[in-house]
């Protein structure tokens, strides 16, 4: 089994900044593509930002320049460093994981969602 938590939510004023961490633990062999998304009252779950399994990075076009997607190989875990925090970046943000799990010689890629954490950013 493979147990995601994310953390670092948290209100903030505009203009601040926040780090979001997401964990993954239990029988996994590696993890592939991470991904953030978020979820605004009312709206679609949109990502964010992602890091494929080499590094590579795309953001979404409102987050460009201000937040940082990095990754810990040894710890399974993706962070989401947010500067310059802006009202509208006020939802609840997931992490979303493609893990590589091996049971029995047969290899598995499965997506893992966080639970969520709260952002809220006050004008």
């Known amino acids: 089994q493979v147990q995601v938590v994310e953390s670092g939510g948290d209100l903030v004023q505009a203009g601040g900044s926040l780090r979001l961490s997401c964990a993954a633990s239990g029988s996994i062999f590696s993890i592939n593509a991470m991904g953030w998304y978020r979820q605004a009252p009312g709206k679609q779950r949109e990502l964010v930002a992602h890091?494929?399994?080499?590094?590579?990075?795309n953001y979404a076009d409102s987050v460009k320049g201000r937040f940082t997607i990095s990754k810990d190989n040894a710890k399974n875990t993706v962070y989401l460093q947010m500067n310059s925090l802006k009202p509208e970046d006020t939802a609840v943000y997931y992490c979303?994981?493609?893990?590589?799990?091996?049971?029995?010689?047969?290899?598995?890629?499965?997506?893992?969602w966080g639970q969520g954490t709260q952002v809220t950013v006050s004008s």
């Open positions: 890091i494929a399994s080499g590094g590579s990075t």
């Open positions: 979303k994981l493609a893990v590589i799990t091996v049971q029995a010689m047969d290899v598995m890629v499965e997506d893992y």
